[in-house]
């Protein structure tokens, strides 16, 4: 896949005002500030296609992008801590497990995790989700460049061995601005968005 050539699709508050449900679908999840965004930018060596911002909870829809007709990336909602009202963070968390569960043209999910503090309550609860969904999903331990070598491939190793092996679960180490894991990132998302409809 040439994901230099993404483009801009829409913004929804939730799946009701999405397109039609057909085609492929990757989801970036992850909690607020772990990095979906600038992830994003990476990936499709755009600067500015996802939004980025210091302070949490900036991405507030559900924005999606386009790669050619058929297929989708799609920047969810933060979960977590986020600078705004209960009200509306309660808002965000229906639109974001209600997308999860009833999107058909979802075909897994990208969870990103800080490095630093990986598998949060809010995370564990994602993938109690893409489970109920029975969406796989491919985890990165993004900002990766902010830990040693070692203390990196120790944070993995931990990720690796509390997903005991099972196969709707893969991950990988991450840093957008060391360009770590990029390929591998993009080899797993090529895998999903070549899959054949069952």
Known sequence: MDYNHAR????????????ADEG?????????NAGKSTALNALTNQKGLARTSKTPGRTQLINLFELDPERRLVDLPGYGYAAVSHTLKDQWQRALADYLKARQCLRGIVLLMDIRHPLTDHDLLMLELADAAGKPVHMLLTKADKLAFGARKNALLALQKELRGDPR????????TENIGMDELKAKMDEW???QED
Request: aromatic share 16%; net charge neutral.
């Open 8 to 19: 801009f699709l829409l913004s929804a508050p939730g799946r009701h005002l999405l397109p």
């Open 24 to 32: 492929i679908e990757v989801a970036f999840a992850g909690r607020s």
């Open 169 to 176: 679960y893969s991950a990988q180490l991450f840093s957008a």
């Open 193 to 195: 968005y070549d899959a």
